[in-house]
Structure formats: structure tokens, C-alpha cells
């Protein structure tokens, strides 16, 4: 019986595990629309589990700042802030060139390693390969902030997190009704990718730039129509 239980409860923790990284997926690409109420006991009894469980396990996503519980069995999806937003922007310009530039340098390769990251990026489909797509960003920032000072590591981290959102909403919003538009993000990329390739340190940060400011503005369109 003992044994039973046990597997049991490691499925029941598998699953809501897996509901938690779908939510987080769900929220950061758009597909659960800003202001949607999840209930969480209706989550919990689908898993087996305890309303605590499930709460407790989508405390990442309330600290990243998607979620905010109201009461003990409900949550609801964070609109994007956009002061928040506007400010991770400006930060993001003030220091990532910098640690782009670090990186490039770093290694003999480093120019080849940070556009082939940027190359994947660029052939994913990012509505359709969410979670490659998440993978993706991820290996870019982890090269990006590998030797940096931890907390520079983990402040850029959390602004490259907060404009993925942003810009991650707008893509999908920009796709369904401008869809000539949303091709201008995958476009943009093709600059960097050449900058990087042409192992310039003024073309890199001079694309780098252009492409955040083509990020920010579809991050507020997004904005405006959540």
C-alpha cells in the first residue's frame, strides 16, 4: 500500500509540476490573456493534489511577476506593467552591450558562439516552438552573463525575462492582426546575425540597440491590447 502511495504521490507532483511550467509557457507567449482568473482548486483535484501544492509550486511565476494570488484557490495573470516594463528597457540598453562586447572577447570564438545562439533564435517559430523557443533565450543570456559578477548576472537575467514577456504578448497580438508587421522582428534579427558575423564590436552594439527599440514597440503594442 505503502509503494502505491508512493507512486501515486510522485505522479500527482509530476503533474502539477508540468501544470506549472504550461501556465508559465501560457502566460509568458500570451495564450492566457492578462487578467484571466486560474482556479486553483479545480487545478489541484484534475492532479491530486492539495490546493497548498499547487499554490506553493506557482510562487516562481507570482515572484516573477505573472501571477498574484487572491484568497487560498485562486490566481490571476499579471498585465504587464508598464513602467516596469519602460525601465527594463533602459536598463537592459545601459548594460547589455556591455556585456555583449565582454563576451565577444571573452573567447577566441566568442563572436561565432553569441550569433550562432542569435541564429537559432531567428529559425525557431516562436508561437509554435514555445518551449525551444524558451530554451533558446535561455542559452543566449547564459552566454551572455557567464563571467559576469553574480548580481550584473542575475540583473540582467531578470530584465531579459521581463522584456521577453513583453515583446513575447505583442509578437502574438501582432501575428493575428498584422502579420506583415510581426515578420519585421524576425527580419530585424538578420542585422544582428551580420553584425556578429562580421566580428564588429560597433556593429553588434549599433544592431543590438536598433533591435531592442523594435522590441520595445511591439512589447507596447502587446500592452495595448491586452
Given at each position: ?5 508512493s507512486?501515486s ?11 506549472v511550467?504550461?501556465?508559465g ?15 486553483l ?7 491530486g ?18 501571477l498574484?494570488f ?13 513602467r ?12 547589455e ?18 550569433g550562432?545562439?542569435?541564429?537559432d533564435i531567428?529559425?525557431c517559430d ?16 547564459a552566454?551572455l ?14 530584465l ?11 509578437y ?7 502579420p506583415s ?22 556593429g553588434v552594439r ?6 531592442l ?14
Amino acid at each position: 500500500m505503502n509503494g502505491i502511495a508512493s507512486v501515486s504521490s510522485l505522479g500527482s507532483r509530476r503533474s502539477v509540476k508540468a501544470f506549472v511550467e504550461e501556465t508559465g509557457l501560457a502566460i509568458r507567449f500570451g495564450r492566457l490573456r492578462q487578467g484571466t482568473v486560474l482556479d486553483l482548486a479545480r487545478a489541484a483535484d484534475d492532479r491530486g493534489a492539495r490546493v497548498a501544492t499547487v499554490r506553493g509550486a506557482l510562487r516562481g511565476l507570482e515572484f516573477d511577476g505573472m501571477l498574484v494570488f487572491e484568497g487560498a484557490a485562486r490566481a490571476r495573470v499579471v498585465p504587464v506593467d508598464g513602467r516596469r516594463l519602460d525601465r527594463a528597457f533602459q536598463l537592459r540598453r545601459a548594460l547589455e552591450p556591455h556585456a555583449v562586447a565582454r563576451a565577444c572577447r571573452a573567447t577566441v570564438d566568442g563572436f561565432d558562439r553569441l550569433g550562432a545562439r542569435v541564429d537559432d533564435i531567428h529559425r525557431c517559430d516562436w508561437l509554435r516552438e514555445e518551449h525551444a523557443a524558451v530554451q533558446q533565450q535561455r542559452d543566449y543570456v547564459a552566454l551572455l552573463t557567464h563571467g559576469l559578477p553574480a548580481v550584473e548576472a542575475a540583473a540582467l537575467e531578470e530584465l531579459c525575462l521581463i522584456v521577453d514577456r513583453g515583446w513575447r504578448i505583442g509578437y502574438r497580438e501582432l501575428r493575428r492582426c498584422r502579420p506583415s508587421d510581426a515578420d519585421l522582428l524576425y527580419d530585424g534579427l538578420l542585422g544582428v546575425i551580420d553584425a556578429y558575423r562580421s566580428r564588429s564590436d560597433a556593429g553588434v552594439r549599433e544592431e543590438g540597440l536598433r533591435y531592442l527599440d523594435l522590441l520595445e514597440d511591439v512589447a507596447h503594442h502587446g500592452r495595448r491590447s491586452g
